[in-house]
Each structure stands twice: as structure tokens, then as C-alpha cells.
């Protein structure tokens, strides 16, 4: 088994396209972190400020149930999480991912894809769901990113 696990969230589709690639290049194991209730157009509606992303985006404490469980974690070094910006961070499932394990020692390195924003405020509300982890810089990516430019970036991290 692979010491390194690719773990994403895609609510639309363009976040998993980038993790596959990722997982594939570097030859690391693929999770895709479900939501319990999955989101709805309607749930991803930013313009609706009563939108379920919008409301779970004002809350900091809101934390998305999650369907299922990565159950063998502890096999992993290094933890490459996946994920839109939304609001110019993490949507708050990421939060609920990395607070379901222990991720002591490991190397947990955001990636992203966007609309047009940076990682803004992203390791500033992840850090707290993963303090004894080494949480990296982490970096946004297009969806259709080469597999060659992904592994160099990777290995970086994995060394």
C-alpha cells in the first residue's frame, strides 16, 4: 500500500479530476470524502445568501457530516486533501475530514481548484483541525493540470 493518500472533496466534479490526476502521477491512493447529504445546485448556490453552502461558510464551528470512513489512515505519511475554494477557503467538510483522524507527525498538503481565487484564509481555519500534523502551503491548481507538472509539485512534499 501506498504511504501517501489523495483525499478530495468535489461538490461539482472539477476537484476530482484534479485529484485523480494527482493520485495517478504520483502513484498515491485515492479517497473521495462524500458529504452524509449531498449537495444540491441549489446547496452550492453562493448568490443565495440562506444557501446551505453559504450558511455552513458564515459558520466556522460548522462541521458537514461526512459518509463513511477512511479507516486506514494510520498507513499514511503524507495526506494531500483536496478541495474548491469556497469563500476564499476550505469548504468546512475538509474541517470534519481532518478531525476524524489522528494526523500526528503526518504531512497534510492542501491543493484546490477555483473560480478565480487563491488558497486565501485556508490554512488559517484548517490548522486547528489538524494541529500535530506539518500543514503545508497549499496550492491551486486548474482542473486540467498536467500530470507531469502535478508530480513534480508532489514529490516536493513527499520527500
Known amino acids: 500500500m501506498s504511504k501517501t493518500l489523495v483525499a478530495y472533496f468535489s461538490a461539482s466534479g472539477v476537484t476530482a479530476k484534479l485529484a485523480q490526476n494527482l493520485s495517478e502521477a504520483i502513484g498515491a491512493d485515492l479517497y473521495t470524502i462524500e458529504p452524509e447529504t449531498p449537495y444540491t445546485e441549489a446547496d452550492l448556490n453562493w448568490m443565495d445568501k440562506n444557501s446551505r453552502s453559504s450558511v455552513e461558510m458564515k459558520d466556522p464551528s460548522s462541521r458537514p457530516a461526512i459518509r463513511g470512513t477512511c479507516c486506514t489512515m494510520a498507513a499514511y505519511d503524507t495526506v494531500f486533501v483536496g478541495f474548491p475554494i469556497w469563500w476564499y477557503m476550505a469548504p468546512t467538510i475538509i474541517n470534519t475530514f481532518l478531525e476524524a483522524y489522528d494526523l ?56
Open 104 to 159: 500526528t507527525g503526518k504531512n497534510v498538503i492542501p491543493f484546490a481548484t477555483s473560480g478565480g481565487s487563491g488558497m486565501g484564509k485556508t490554512n488559517e481555519y484548517l490548522l486547528p483541525s489538524c494541529p500535530a500534523a506539518k500543514l503545508a502551503e497549499g496550492k491551486v491548481w486548474k482542473p486540467d493540470t498536467d500530470a507531469d507538472v502535478l508530480a513534480v509539485w508532489a514529490k516536493t512534499w513527499m520527500e
